[in-house]
């Protein structure tokens, strides 16, 4: 049984920063694992994502410069640093494993607020 577990979100002023983390287990044969997020009234968007084979990483233009996803092998963990964060940041994140054998599975969901 594959479970993801997402944590640190938050309220943070602009300019601030936050990492969010997901915990993945009971997951193998990944190809690649990142964030998305969905604001209200939007669709959800992809914000960063690693692909595993070659470990490219690939950002939204809204994004570059300031996020940075990151992974822990031993700890089956994706990471997402989240620096000079803006208004517009303001949204669900969730966290996105993909098996080429098992499939597509995501987190939770967790909210990012930034607001002064």
């Known amino acids: 049984q594959v479970q993801l577990v997402e944590s640190g979100g938050g309220l943070v002023q602009p300019g601030g920063s936050l990492r969010l983390s997901c915990a993945a287990s009971?997951?193998?044969?990944?190809?690649?694992m990142g964030w998305y997020r969905q604001a209200p009234g939007k669709q959800r968007e992809s914000v960063a994502t690693?692909?595993?084979?070659?470990?490219?990483?690939n950002y939204a233009d809204s994004v570059k410069g300031r996020f940075t996803i990151s992974r822990d092998n031993a700890q089956n963990t994706v990471y997402l640093q989240m620096n000079n964060l803006k208004p517009e940041d303001t949204a669900v994140y969730y966290c996105?494993?993909?098996?080429?054998?098992?499939?597509?599975?995501w987190g939770q969901g967790t909210q990012v607020t930034v607001s002064s």
């Open positions: 996105h494993w993909r098996s080429w054998v098992l499939g597509d599975y």
């Open positions: 690693i692909i595993t084979s070659g470990d490219s990483r």
């Open positions: 009971g997951i193998f044969s990944i190809s690649a």
